[in-house]
């Protein structure tokens, strides 16, 4: 009995397609096929939100990086603003005047005779002679440097 | 054909999920497309934020680029007694506050005491580096709820008093209201910005949905000519000789001979810029600018160049100076000390009220007045700063019988220390005035130059070149021994200067034999002139109140701080 089983088996095997019996689903499917077109839709889609999702995060990302260069600037502007108003504060002449008494130092200016005027005679002449390029020598004018 | 079971629990549940989700869908298209203006507002009123960003202020720097007024942010400091009832330690929070505000503990104790108050202003403009410390000390402790830090920016000026009437103010309201600060608020006043964007349920700003921001620009600096050291020197000798006198005030004005640039300028009393809100508004006049007085003999130089300059007066020709008591037109013209006869050189040097009388009678009344006019008198001078008066010269039909003789000395007219400065310089500047200025340049954030002063070399021709130099020569002998501005002398320098001393007059007319304004008005290196300097001293005390005894040392006190510190050769540059 059992060896008549195989046999029939067997048959059924080599009986070839399209015969009666079990049905190939490799080669036979019955379900819902899905076409190619909408296969590429739901991917591009798929795909789409991803990129949604990526994009958005990136952007609340970069949109905190951006609030928090923001606070750095600020707080750096406001302490470049508080350190320009303590160095003035400090190199100020009222502050200047009590750093020398508190460190009992007596300056004076120096004699005529001991100072040498060093101009950019171009410049200076340029100027008509102006006061204010005292101090403020400019290396750049065409006449050099002369000493007076 | 016979539909299996599970299929129609199937499409029983498949149905639920279909309705379900169309029902979504249908109400998201509905409130999508359909007219809800209640809904889209109501959206926005919570939502959507429209901010205008605020510019900073430019600076304010002196010639050597030192600052003298900047923004800075500091913070307001609050309390919600509230908050801190539910959620934190009163009694720590009071005590942890009293220690860093500058403010009464019982103030903050009643303060917090209200319980039912969301809000209390404790100390406002807390310097940025105190209010970090104590937001750090109750952040460490577990203090920090309920305690409210506010930014605000304000304008800080690191000098306090010095250059006050100079560099003036900002308002509350981010508006200069006096000096630089109003004169220059074009320039110094940011543009505003704009930022429109989304917040979240905590009212923050959602940064990704940021829809506009359109950034602000900070405001030019402005670049004067004063330098704050001289200034120092300026304002220490004022002050000194305020202090000596116990006078009422002190002005001066340094400015420089070949450029009309204001080296320095100050007027005593002043107030403290960071506290303009709480000083008297008297306070807030410059008096070199705003005050215009008699100059009395500071102005006879002018009289005497200009009849020199219609060859009316030789400096060598006698003056019968009359004992010191001159009738003219019935009424007396007296001297200080009497003369019999000077040259009219020494009538300068001793400055004799007779003898310049007579030789501004020389000169027609229409003369007189034209020359006032061309020296500057009678009219601003134009600097770029806000308060300047005109002064009083009036036209010579308004003139009475005594005013021709009066105003050469003096009388009959008021100026401004700006103008008599501007005035004296066409002397030391080789008989042209040239307009005296304050601002400098002004440049872009990212340094573009906005504005630059050009000084105008040419002038105006108001004498020939050599009644200047004349002039100089005859000035320099003032100072000399027995002149009446020797003490104005300083080191080896040659000063050239008039001593002037004017009385006050009365509201309802006449003259204050009390109270009067001692000056000196002058200019070194004589021959070469560099700086031109005008001091003047309102209502000195004392026995000697002239301009030679009170004016003339300040002057010299402050050239030889000047020159000093310039480095002023004594033959000049």
Redesign the interface.
Same mark, same amino acid.
């Given at each position: 009995m059992k060896k008549q089983t195989r046999k029939s088996t067997a048959r059924r095997r080599t009986s070839g397609r399209g015969a009666p019996g079990r049905k190939n689903k490799k080669l036979h499917a019955d379900g819902f096929r899905m076409p190619a077109t909408m296969s590429l839709l739901v991917v591009l889609v798929f795909g789409l939100g991803l990129f949604y999702l990526w994009f958005s995060s990136r952007t609340v990302a970069l949109g905190r990086q951006i609030e928090i260069e923001e606070q750095a600037l600020e707080d750096l502007r406001r302490q470049v603003a508080g350190e320009e108003v303590r160095w003035n504060e400090l190199i100020g002449p009222r502050n200047l005047q009590a750093a020398l008494v508190s460190h009992r130092l007596e300056m004076d200016w120096p004699r005529a005779d001991q100072v040498i005027h060093i101009r950019d005679m171009a410049l200076w002449e340029s100027n008509a002679g102006q006061l204010n390029v005292v101090g403020q020598l400019d290396r750049r004018g065409d006449g050099g440097l002369r000493v007076q | 054909m016979r539909i299996p079971p599970y299929w129609i629990r199937a499409g029983v549940v498949g149905l639920f999920f279909i309705s379900l989700f169309g029902g979504l869908a249908a109400r998201v298209t509905h409130l999508q497309l359909g007219d809800h203006a209640e809904l889209r507002s109501s959206y926005q009123r919570k939502v959507v934020f429209q901010t205008r960003l605020q510019g900073g202020r430019g600076r304010i720097l002196d010639?050597?680029q030192?600052?003298l007024a !900047?923004? @800075?942010?500091r913070k307001n400091i609050g309390i919600d007694p509230q908050f801190i009832h539910r959620h934190n330690d009163p009694q720590r929070v009071q005590a942890a506050l009293s220690r860093f505000l500058r403010v009464e503990p019982a103030l903050i104790g009643t303060r917090m005491a209200d319980r039912d108050s969301q809000f209390y202003s404790l100390e406002k403009y807390v #310097?940025? +580096?105190r209010a970090t410390e104590l937001d750090a000390y109750l952040t460490e402790n577990s203090l920090r709820k309920g305690v409210v830090f506010q930014k605000v920016k304000t304008r800080?000026y690191?000098? *306090?008093n010095?250059l006050a009437h100079v560099v003036g103010f900002e308002n509350r309201e981010g508006v200069g209201s006096a000096g630089i600060e109003y004169e220059m608020n074009r320039f110094l006043v940011g543009k505003g910005g704009l930022r429109v964007g989304q917040k979240d349920g905590n009212r923050r @700003?959602?940064?990704?949905?940021?829809q506009v921001q359109i950034d602000p620009q900070d405001g030019a600096d402005v670049v004067l000519?004063v330098d704050?050291?001289l200034?120092? &020197?300026v304002e220490e000798a004022l002050e000194k000789a305020m202090s000596m006198y116990n006078a009422k005030g002190a002005w001066a004005v340094v400015m420089?001979s070949?450029?009309g *640039?204001i !080296?320095a300028m100050a007027s005593k009393p002043d107030y403290d810029l960071n506290t303009f809100y709480s000083t008297s508004p008297e306070l807030f006049r410059n008096h070199a600018l705003g005050a215009t007085y008699e100059p009395g003999s500071i102005i006879k130089p002018l009289v005497f160049a200009a009849a020199m300059n219609e060859g009316l007066v030789d400096p060598d020709e006698m003056i019968d100076c009359e004992q010191g008591v001159w009738m003219h037109r019935n009424r007396p013209l007296r001297d200080y000390h009497p003369y019999a006869e000077l040259s009219a050189a020494d009538v300068l040097k001793k400055s004799s009220n007779i003898g310049t009388a007579k030789i501004g009678l020389r000169l027609h009344p229409h003369a007189v007045h034209a020359y006032y006019q061309k020296f500057g008198l009678g009219r601003k001078t134009g600097i770029d700063l806000p308060g300047e008066e005109t002064g009083i010269s009036h036209h010579p039909r308004n003139w009475d019988s005594l005013t021709h003789s009066r105003i050469s000395i003096g009388h009959a007219i008021t100026v401004t220390a700006m103008q008599m400065a501007a005035a004296l310089n066409v002397i030391a500047n080789d008989g042209k005035w040239i307009q005296p200025y304050i601002v400098?340049e002004v440049k872009a954030t990212d340094g573009t130059l906005l504005y630059k002063r050009q /000084?105008d /070399?040419q002038g105006t021709r108001v004498l020939r070149s050599d009644v200047a130099r004349t002039m100089r020569r005859l000035m320099a002998r003032i100072t000399e021994d027995g002149g009446t501005g020797r003490r104005a002398r300083f080191? @080896?320098y040659a000063v050239a200067g008039k001593t002037g001393t004017a009385e006050k007059v009365l509201p309802g007319g006449g003259y204050a034999k009390e109270k009067n304004i001692a000056s000196f008005a002058g200019f070194f290196p004589a021959e070469n002139p560099?700086?031109t300097i005008v001091v003047s001293i309102d209502e000195p005390t004392g026995d000697l109140r002239t301009g030679g005894s009170v004016a003339a040392p300040v002057f010299a006190e402050i050239g #030889?701080?000047a +020159? &000093?510190?310039?480095?002023i /050769?004594?033959e000049g540059?």
């Open positions: - | 010639r050597n030192r600052v !900047l923004d @800075e942010t #310097e940025d +580096a800080t690191p000098h *306090g010095l @700003e959602m940064v990704s949905r940021r000519t704050q050291y200034q120092y &020197g420089d070949r450029t *640039g !080296l400098s /000084p /070399p080191g @080896e560099v700086l #030889e701080y +020159a &000093g510190y310039l480095t /050769p004594v540059f």
